[in-house]
């Protein structure tokens, strides 16, 4: 973890983001700090299919097929803009050919300047509203513009593992950001389908 911590440190300066692909569903971006200054931001795309993973008792959400653009000044690698599409599974089905659609741009969407961890920043701290305007939006991007009844909503404990989430790369600190946020006795909706996909980057920093 600390050695994990200490690459960031070392090469905040010239790395602009990690990206991973292939997750089944759209992780918008998980911020990574250094003395509470965001100096990382971490994209986690969506997968092109809609397979739903299944283990006993537990199947997952349904989500639609995506796929993510990324413009950046091609001198200094800054990152400008995120435009995410999605493939409309039900118009496809019915006109037989494959329908993709805008999702979400995240400069006009999230009303920021570009997607720099800066930017990013200014956007998960406007999510910290479990019911906000923002953080809705977020949470119906997450499965690329479903809808599909096995989404639902997102409670308050919901909301907490995604924002503990966004802001803590350390297991410690994420559980303790959760237990904080959840300690009013509010139902909890914190299931494995809620907590897989987002807690990799903190899995992986631990064996890093």
Known sequence: MKFHYLKISMYSIVEV?????????????????????????????????????????????????????IKYDQTTGRHLDLVQYYMDLPESNRLQTPVWKIGYTATSDMSIAD????????????????????????????????????????????????????????????????NRLTSTGAPSSITLWNIYPMLAPIFLSLIL
Not at 20 to 32: E, K, R
Not at 140 to 164: E, L
């Open 17 to 69: 983001s990690h990206k991973i692909g292939n997750q089944i569903c759209n992780i918008l971006s998980m911020n990574l700090y250094i003395s509470d200054k965001p100096v990382l931001a971490l994209f986690m795309a969506p997968s092109v299919t809609p397979w739903r993973f299944k283990i006993p008792g537990v199947t997952g959400k349904a989500h639609n097929p995506g796929f993510r653009m």
């Open 115 to 178: 997607i720099t961890p800066d930017s990013m920043d200014a956007f998960i701290k406007r999510m910290a509203d479990p019911d906000g305007e923002d953080f809705r939006k977020f949470y119906r991007w997450r499965f690329t513009t479903v809808d599909h009844p096995s989404v639902g909503t997102c409670d308050r404990s919901c909301h907490a593992v995604m924002h503990c989430n966004f802001i803590h790369s350390s297991k410690m600190k994420y559980d303790q950001c959760v």
